[in-house]
């Protein structure tokens, strides 16, 4: 099977590539699989500090596999997004995200729960889940209204609105955008100061911020998995599935 998920190793930091780019890195059940176990081992692994997550090619991610949406239905605690989105909601681990190209679906959600997200000045960001019939997922509905306010939480999930990097800084988040080609030392530098610092006030600062949230974001998680479930099997989605195949605008019945 291919590498689609690229890991390697720099000390103690942890490099995750999502690598699909012939599919703009849209995500599998294989690579949620993927993704889950590394998260998951890096909490366990003490002698990985920091995880780092980016996109080969150019895209970070354009979200699920719109081909794969089928483990969503009866979904439980082993279905691989499943996991993977817990697993990133609860990794205890810093994780830096380094957006190299456009994020879309489950690619911008998952940056929600990061904490430290960098992006390249001609990246867009996108929660089409209006457009396909869906709702959002990741704790996306708790997260966003909380970082970014209301109205503009409803403008990028009720709307489905692009934005771009320097919209995502404003919003807070993102923390800081630059040119493509300095996208890289920009990371290097905030990884080589993480290094520098004791690792058990790292732990501690990033569990004590994630901690009043857990239980919220946990029942937001629930939630829109079932929602989400619930959505996919119907008429909406099922049209914007064909329009998606046959590379056409979706027609919705909207009286
Ligand atoms: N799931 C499955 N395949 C995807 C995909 C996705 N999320 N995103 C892109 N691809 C595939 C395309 O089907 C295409 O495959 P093909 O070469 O076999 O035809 C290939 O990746 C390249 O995509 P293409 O659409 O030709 O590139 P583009 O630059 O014109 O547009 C996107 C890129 C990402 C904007 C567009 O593909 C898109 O809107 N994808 C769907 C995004 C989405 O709705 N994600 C789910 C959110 S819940």
Redesign the pocket.
């Known amino acids: 099977m291919a590498n689609f998920i690229v890991i390697t190793r720099a000390g103690p930091v942890l490099h995750l590539t999502i690598n699909r780019p012939?599919?703009?890195n849209?995500?599998t059940q294989a690579m949620y699989a993927e993704l889950a176990d590394q998260l998951d081992s890096s909490d366990r692994d003490p002698t990985i500090r920091i995880v780092t997550l980016t996109g080969a090619g150019d895209?970070f991610s354009?979200?699920?596999?719109?081909?794969?949406?089928d483990a969503f239905i009866g979904f439980d605690d082993t279905t691989p997004v499943v996991r993977f989105i817990k697993a990133i909601a609860n990794c205890r681990k810093p994780i830096v995200a380094i957006v190299n190209g456009?994020a879309?679906?489950?690619?911008f959600t998952l940056l929600l729960h990061c904490d430290l997200v960098y992006a390249a000045d001609t990246v867009f960001f996108?929660?089409?889940?209006t457009?396909?019939g869906?709702c959002p997922?990741a704790g996306s509905s708790y997260w966003l209204p909380l970082l970014a306010g209301y109205q503009r939480a409803a403008e990028i999930l009720l709307l489905a609105e692009r934005f771009d990097a320097q919209m995502a800084v404003e919003l807070g988040l993102v923390n800081k955008v630059c040119k493509a080609t300095e996208l890289q030392s920009t990371v290097d530098a905030v990884l080589t100061r993480l290094r520098e610092l004791p690792i058990d006030g790292l732990l501690t600062v990033k569990r004590l911020m994630k901690q009043a949230h857990r239980k919220s974001v946990e029942q937001t998680i629930q939630a829109e998995l079932q929602e989400f479930a619930w959505l996919l099997q119907g008429e909406a989605f099922a049209e914007?599935f064909a329009a998606?195949n046959e590379?056409r605008k979706p027609i919705f019945h909207t009286d």
């Open positions: 012939d599919k703009k849209a995500l895209y354009s979200g699920n596999d719109v081909h794969d949406f456009p879309i679906g489950i690619g996108n929660a089409p889940f457009t396909l869906l997922e914007a998606f590379k």
